[in-house]
């Protein structure tokens, strides 16, 4: 993690187009032998901090009250995750607002962003799946997500990968009417007509 951050750090202050692999290596006190052999690019690099914010997610999901039903879990797990100061500082949300404009400009850095967000659906599926009639978690996924538990995923992650990119592309404080929390919650509630019971066996 801290390779990521130092790649991170450099991004945001200096650019993308301006920072090597080899600055990378030097800010995180390693050699450049050593970045390379746990990433196969500069843009690779800071895959942990979005995989972080992913995880955070995921396990939001997984923990929310065990008497909420999909969609209110959802909407639990974006409060806790994507409002400031609940385990992530607003400093962190601006450095957050970088690096996923970045991905807009930069193909190699959009496919990092784009990879994270693929797996972090296929995790969202596996504790959808595991989730009892009524919304109730299991302690482990009884059984491989179908097509229909992995649709609700890419629904529910797309909701909030939009809510992410759309404040990441303003000014807008991440607090407030405009910020990702509220912007994400605003998605998902316009999936009110969405058959999450028929996609997780509720």
Not at 4 to 29: K, S, Y
Not at 39 to 52: G, N, Q, S, W
Not at 73 to 82: D, G, K, P, Q, S
Not at 129 to 141: D, I, K, T
């Amino acid at each position: 993690m801290e390779i990521a951050r130092a790649a991170a750090a450099l991004f945001v202050r200096q650019g993308l187009r301006a920072t090597r692999a080899e600055d990378i290596a030097q800010a995180a006190g390693i050699a450049p032998r050593t970045f390379y052999r746990y990433f196969a690019t500069k843009e690779e690099a800071v895959a942990p901090l979005y995989a972080a914010g992913a995880q955070r997610w995921i396990e939001a999901v997984r923990t929310a009250p065990a008497d909420l039903p999909v969609p209110q879990a959802l909407e639990h797990a974006v409060r806790h995750t994507l409002t400031p100061g609940l385990g992530v500082s607003a400093a962190s949300w601006e450095w957050l607002r970088t690096l996923v404009r970045l991905a807009d400009t930069s193909p190699a850095l959009r496919k990092v962003w784009a990879e994270v967000c693929q797996a972090s659906e296929g995790a969202l599926a596996e504790i959808l799946a595991a989730r009892e009639s009524g919304g109730r978690p299991a302690p482990e996924p009884r059984r491989t997500p179908g097509p229909e538990l992995r649709f609700a995923a890419a629904v529910a992650g797309a909701a909030v990968r939009v809510a992410v990119e759309s404040w990441s592309a303003t000014t807008d404080r991440p607090t407030g009417p405009e910020g990702p929390a509220t912007l994400a919650v605003r998605n998902l509630r316009a999936l009110r007509n969405f058959e999450w019971g028929d996609a997780v066996g509720a």
